[in-house]
């Protein structure tokens, strides 16, 4: 298979796995996809309650959630933008054939989004971490290995 046809098809299925997980959280009216800024604001803060009673964080550790959960808000608001991802997807199939050019500025600009807000996200997970004492770091990693959500589990 030629280089260059491998590099468009990746980076096709990567366009294509991008906006449809996109137009996925587009529809998701609660959480931390959609709703009002309230509705969101609500979330977090039920979030970062449910968290913190599962950890027994203190103040100080619920502070850094919050932050923590507030910059992946953040990121997320910038990764939807300002449009429809879903007409943003459907828009690159309009035509009698694919929008190729369309589709690579779309994965362009979704990784540059991704690019310029991680820092900030990772520096506030790596706050909120790092100022865990073991049992509760103990905690999130088997929350992760579970792979599971915290209020499934009693």
Not at 3 to 19: I, Q
Not at 22 to 46: I, M, N, P, V
Not at 87 to 105: N, P, T, V
Request: charged share 30%.
């Amino acid at each position: 298979m030629k280089p260059w046809f491998k590099r468009s098809l990746f980076g096709f299925a990567g366009a294509a796995l991008l906006a449809g997980s996109l137009a996925g959280c587009s529809s998701y009216r609660h959480g931390w996809g959609g709703g009002s800024e309230q509705d969101r604001a609500e979330f977090r803060a039920r979030m970062v309650e449910r968290v913190g009673s599962k950890l027994e964080l203190d103040a100080t550790q619920k502070q850094k959630l919050k932050v923590l959960a507030e910059k992946i808000q953040a990121q997320r608001q910038a990764l939807r933008g300002g449009g429809d991802p879903r007409a943003e997807f459907r828009a690159l199939f309009a035509g009698a054939k694919l929008d190729q050019e369309r589709a690579r500025k779309l994965v362009e600009d979704k990784t540059a989004t991704i690019q310029s807000g991680s820092p900030e996200v990772i520096a506030a997970a790596a706050d909120f971490f790092d100022n865990l004492n073991p049992a509760q770091q103990q905690k999130v990693r088997e929350f992760m290995d579970r792979g599971r959500r915290w209020h499934r589990h009693g």
